[in-house]
C-alpha cells in the first residue's frame, strides 16, 4: 500500500493563534518498504522557524516512520499499558467511541500519556490527546499534542493534528497539522 497526501502545517508563537509565524505545504508519500518521503510544496513566514521548527518535524517524522521504528510508536499493549476510563462511553465526530488512558511503556518525544478514544463499532482509532512521555529537546518540556482520526478508504487516517510546546528560546508554541487530499493505492507485493 502507498499513501499519498497533503499536509498543511502552521506554526503560531507567542499564544497568538491568528496570525502564522511560519507555514509549510507538503505533499506526504508513505509506504510501508520505505516509510515516508516529503516534497515540500510551498512555504512561507520565519526561515528560522520553517528551518529549526517544520523542517525539524519532518526529519522527526521521516526517522520514525522508518521500518524497524515505527513498530515502537504503534498503539499496541507491546508499546502502551491501555485501561478503560470510567464513563468510557463518549460521542466523538459523530461516532461512539470507547475512552481508554494509555500510558508508554518507554520514554520517547512521540509515544503519549493521555486518552486514545476508539470507535465502539470497528476499533478504529477516533482521537489522541495527552503529553509526549519525553522531551523532544532539552529546550522544551514535554509537547502537549492530540491527533483526530477518519475513516478513508477503509483505514483510519489522521485528519488533524496539534501539538503546543514551551521554550526559553521560542516561548509558546503550536504547531497544527491538517491531513488532506487522501490517494491510497495498493501496490502489488514483489
Given amino acids: 500500500m502507498r499513501d499519498t497526501r497533503t499536509e498543511h502545517y502552521v506554526v503560531y508563537r507567542g499564544g497568538d493563534e491568528t496570525h502564522a509565524s511560519a507555514e509549510m505545504t ?3 508519500t508513505y509506504s510501508k518498504e520505505t516509510g ?4 515540500i510544496v510551498s512555504e512561507s ?3 528560522l522557524i520553517q528551518k529549526y521548527v517544520l523542517h525539524s518535524i519532518l526529519e522527526t517524522e521521516r526517522t520514525i516512520n522508518l521500518p524497524g521504528n515505527r513498530e515502537k510508536s504503534w498503539l ?10 470510567s464513563g468510557a462511553m463518549e460521542r466523538l465526530d459523530g461516532r461512539d467511541s470507547v475512552a481508554m488512558a494509555i500510558t508508554p511503556r518507554q520514554s520517547a518525544p ?4 493521555g486518552t486514545l478514544w476508539v470507535d465502539a463499532r470497528d476499533g478504529s482509532i477516533v ?22 482520526y477518519a475513516m478513508i478508504g477503509g483505514f483510519a487516517m ?7 510546546s514551551d521554550s526559553f528560546l521560542l516561548g509558546k508554541t503550536v504547531v497544527t497539522i491538517d491531513y488532506e487530499d487522501y490517494k491510497i493505492q495498493m501496490v502489488a507485493a514483489r
Avoid: C, W
Wanted: no cysteine; net charge positive.
Fill in 36 to 39: 515516508k518521503s516529503y516534497k
Fill in 26 to 28: 507538503v505533499e506526504t
Fill in 127 to 148: 482521537k489522541i490527546d495527552g503529553v509526549g512521555s519525553a522531551s523532544a529537546s532539552v529546550f522544551t518540556g514535554p509537547t502537549k499534542m492530540m491527533r483526530q
Fill in 158 to 164: 489522521a485528519t488533524h493534528a496539534r501539538a503546543e
Fill in 76 to 85: 499496541t499493549s507491546a508499546n502502551y499499558e491501555m485501561h478503560l476510563k
Fill in 45 to 47: 513566514g520565519s526561515e
Fill in 110 to 113: 512521540n509515544l503519549v500519556k
